[in-house]
């Protein structure tokens, strides 16, 4: 739960933007969205309790790709897709509310409780009736298996995250095979995050199997439905009631997920297809959800954020901090956002934080000096030795030619134009290289094929748990990537996430958070942009489902249905 997972970025620019003074804001429009609460805490689902909602039924539900792994703690697993798709069959310990607390998740374990303070010791107390789908009773083993999967001390695991494992010094058996004891070494504030997904020791157990056993389908599951059938000829997976899961029956028979892309999708909603679509800030999609009959637009605030990720890896041409910050200041921020999502939620605020999601009570703005100036981005460049050679900057016989990857979504495939335009007036050349958005992470970004790209964060309930592993740098492996696609980061900045998780009291470490993204602004690894509306459209008669807010890990399958 601590990671945030990736997305693809979405939002179109309409052609007449591509410009320097893009400008999309103002003024009402069909594809504007209505006012929404601009706090965390509330979503739009259309709650509806039991009796309400229709026994059967299959939720026709899009994404954006096949899963890349079934198992979400392996560095390609790490997506939203895939998630989407392992939330429904595999068991989580703590699950999110939409003012992003959290709470256990009964159905998996009984009880949880905080045994000693110092050392830090947690005791899980595991539903009885809680059992994986090859019979065997959920235990403590499975608890170990994940902590040594994920502590970090085996690189043969290609984990998306350490974060959190690396500070348990042992989990062991309590009174019986139900009752877990993990004991840290060192405190670690956001514990709730861990063994969200639980996967079982038969995964984690062998490198092999945790890095590739698992990339076609899940062996083994623990959830309110399993798997149906995978068809990779449709792109479709469907999952079905598992009637062996011990905890409140779901309301859907099945789910039946598509892999479609995104402007496709008002279509599909049109014309029955699909019962459910995230809107992705798609101008064309709230456009036409807003006027198609027995569809309701629904909106809350979510953690769903754009930002732009430099590679500062070894040998790389982005590799010095300050031609990164040279660049942050070339970049108009401000006109990117209005192009994108400014005919639909106008003017809209620049994202000034690397950890914190606007709507939240932590959130400060801590940008700094480094804002849109063209005039110092040249001056700094003109200092760092790259000098103007015709249309473009060289130095030392080499040009200032920066790859952007684009996923191939209208979005990501704009903001190169915008990004290509605006670089340019500075004198850094911007090529960009269209892939499918199924290789964009797993051949690109995961493995820093790329200088520049665009994509979305969507963060969890955990902030600190889901940054550090995206922040901070395996100096000694930089092979361990873990999130960190940019490979831009420091000792200090090391030092200070690891100070940061093991602080208990929420206030302390709320401002040890801003203070590292401080920091991490002024290392130019990554620029944030902006921030989402979050607009979902649902058939009119989907209950308890919709905008999510910060309910999304995992999504509660359970109570979604049918109205009668």
């Known amino acids: 739960m601590g990671r945030r997972k990736v997305l693809a970025l979405a939002a179109p620019v309409l052609a007449a933007a591509l410009t320097l003074s893009a400008c999309g804001g103002g003024g009402g429009g069909a594809g504007q969205l ?10 739009d689902i259309n709650p509806q309790p039991d009796d309400k909602i ?51 998740n009964k ?49 043969a695991y290609q984990v998306a995250s350490t974060t959190g494992y690396e500070d ?55 959830g309110p439905f399993k798997i149906g059938k995978i068809d990779q000829t449709a792109k ?35 014309s029955g297809a699909i019962d459910v679509a995230d809107t992705n800030a798609l101008l064309d999609a709230i456009t036409r959800y807003k006027t198609m009959q027995n569809v309701k637009l629904r909106q809350a605030v979510a953690p769903d954020t754009v930002h732009m990720t430099l590679n500062g890896g070894q040998g790389r041409i982005l590799a010095d901090q300050k031609l990164r910050q040279a660049i942050f200041k070339a970049v108009d921020r401000q006109g990117i956002a209005n192009a994108e999502i400014g005919k639909i939620t106008p003017n ?20 700094g000096d480094l804002k849109y100036n063209v005039d110092q981005a040249k001056k700094d460049l003109d200092a760092l030795g790259w000098k103007m050679n015709g249309q473009y900057r060289s130095k030392d016989g080499k040009e200032l030619d920066v790859t952007y990857v684009s996923s191939s979504t209208p979005a990501s495939d704009d903001t190169g134009k915008i990004l290509q335009q605006q670089l340019a007036q500075v004198g ?21 094929n790329f200088d520049l ?25 930089p092979a361990n990537v873990q999130q960190n696609y940019g490979h831009v980061g420091s000792q200090a900045i090391n030092d200070a996430f690891t100070k940061a998780v093991g602080e208990l009291d929420d206030t302390k470490r709320a401002q040890m958070a801003n203070d590292i993204d401080k920091q991490l602004w002024d290392i130019a690894g990554e620029l944030p942009l902006y921030q989402l509306p979050g607009a979902v459209a649902t058939k009119a008669n989907v209950a308890n489902y919709g905008a999510m807010g910060f309910a999304t890990n995992p999504i509660d399958y359970i109570n979604i249905g049918f109205t009668k």
Request: negative net charge; contains cysteine.
């Open 54 to 104: 229709k026994d059967g039924g299959t939720l026709q539900f899009p994404i954006d790709s096949p899963s890349a792994n079934w198992n979400q703690n392996e560095v390609d697993g790490n997506d939203v897709a895939s998630a989407r798709l392992s939330n429904t069959v595999e068991p989580w310990v703590f699950v999110e509310n939409a003012d992003a607390s959290l709470s256990s």
């Open 453 to 477: 790209c665009t994509f979305r964060w969507i963060a969890g309930s955990t902030p600190m748990s889901g940054s550090k592993g995206i922040y901070s740098l395996d100096l000694q492996n």
């Open 168 to 222: 348990i010094g042992n989990v062991e058996k309590g009174s019986d095979d139900q009752d877990v004891k993990v004991t840290f070494s060192k405190p670690f504030g956001e514990w709730k995050s861990l063994f969200s997904p639980l996967y079982p020791k038969e995964l984690n157990s062998d490198p092999n199997e945790f890095n590739t056993g698992w990339v076609d389908a899940p062996k083994i599951t623990a």
């Open 107 to 155: 159905d998996i374990v009984s009880s949880v409780d905080v045994a000693s303070t110092s050392p830090q010791v947690i005791e899980y107390k595991i539903n009885p009736k809680a059992k994986w789908s090859n019979g065997r009773a959920i235990s403590w083993e499975d608890f170990q298996a994940q902590w040594k999967a994920l502590n970090g001390t085996n690189s």
């Open 348 to 367: 809209p605020p620049l994202l000034g934080n690397h950890i914190y999601a606007q709507g939240t009570k932590e959130y400060q703005d801590n940008t």
């Open 236 to 270: 479709t997976v469907e999952v079905v009631r598992d009637p062996n899961w011990w905890g409140k029956k779901p309301h859907l028979d099945s789910i039946l997920f598509k892999v479609l892309t995104r402007p496709s999708l008002p279509d599909a909603m049109a």
């Open 34 to 43: 209505p006012k929404a609460d601009t706090k965390a805490g509330v979503n």
């Open 428 to 448: 850094v050349k911007v090529t960009i290289n269209a892939v499918p958005t199924a290789d964009f992470f797993p051949k690109y970004i995961n493995v820093g």
